[in-house]
């Protein structure tokens, strides 16, 4: 069973940072490109990042660009995120999700709040 | 990077068939077959409903089917039942390497 946890949500202010974790589980998470889709509340999706099987290249969003860094670490079956200089316009659920030009499972989410 | 364009909102009966739309431009859907729906509930995470235009993934009801022409792509939900109720966004690979999604339409079954 394919299974994506995300972790390292939280509240923090205008301009700080914050590493969201995706653990990927159930499939061979090196073959695959994955992604980063956030929600603000009330909101529709968005991609935000994705990153290719072997993490050589990279994709952004124009919204995150140099500001967001998408890795993998294929040894520990994790994606991450580092978001730096965070704006209020970053509070969202953030979803770790397998694959580019078809989404097709999610993790269940974590939350990042962006606030004074 | 625009989002792609759905109808707010759409309802139906229960039993009867329903079509959400999906308009984006030649660099996305009009481009490439990489076109899903997904499903999502309150407070959940969104479900793949239809990939690549018209597959359907292991699990999801043959009610649900997915087509396209030019630049425009389409869900359509057949004998809607109360579990219908969601709201479903569309989504494109892009000609960026990027993935775009519609802004969302909410089901109502009536």
């Known amino acids: 069973e394919v299974q994506l946890l995300e972790s390292g949500g939280g509240l923090v202010q205008p301009g700080g940072s914050l590493r969201l974790s995706c653990a990927a589980s159930g499939f061979t998470f090196s073959i695959y490109a994955m992604s980063w889709v956030r929600q603000a509340p009330g909101k529709g999706l968005e991609w935000v990042s994705a990153i290719s099987d072997s993490g050589g290249s990279a994709y952004y969003a124009d919204s995150v660009e140099g500001r967001f860094t998408i890795s993998r670490d294929n040894s520990k079956n994790t994606l991450y995120l580092q978001m730096n200089s965070l704006r209020a316009e970053d509070a969202a659920e953030y979803y770790c999700a397998r694959g580019l030009a078809t989404v097709d499972y999610w993790g269940q989410g974590t939350l990042v709040t962006v606030s004074s | 990077q625009s989002a792609l364009t759905q109808p707010a909102s759409v309802s139906g009966s229960l039993g009867q068939s329903i079509t959400i739309s999906c308009t984006g431009t030649s660099r996305d859907v009009g481009g490439y077959n990489y076109v899903s729906w997904y499903q999502q509930h309150p407070g959940k995470a969104p479900k793949l409903m239809i990939h690549?235009?018209?597959e359907r993934p292991s699990g999801v009801s043959n009610r649900f089917s997915g087509s396209k022409s030019g630049n425009t792509a389409s869900l359509t939900v057949s004998g809607l039942q109360a579990e219908d109720e969601a709201d479903y966004y569309c989504?494109?690979?892009?000609?960026?390497?990027?993935?775009?999604f519609g802004g969302g339409t909410k089901l109502t079954v009536l």
């Open positions: 690549e235009v018209s």
């Open positions: 989504s494109s690979y892009t000609s960026s390497s990027t993935l775009v």
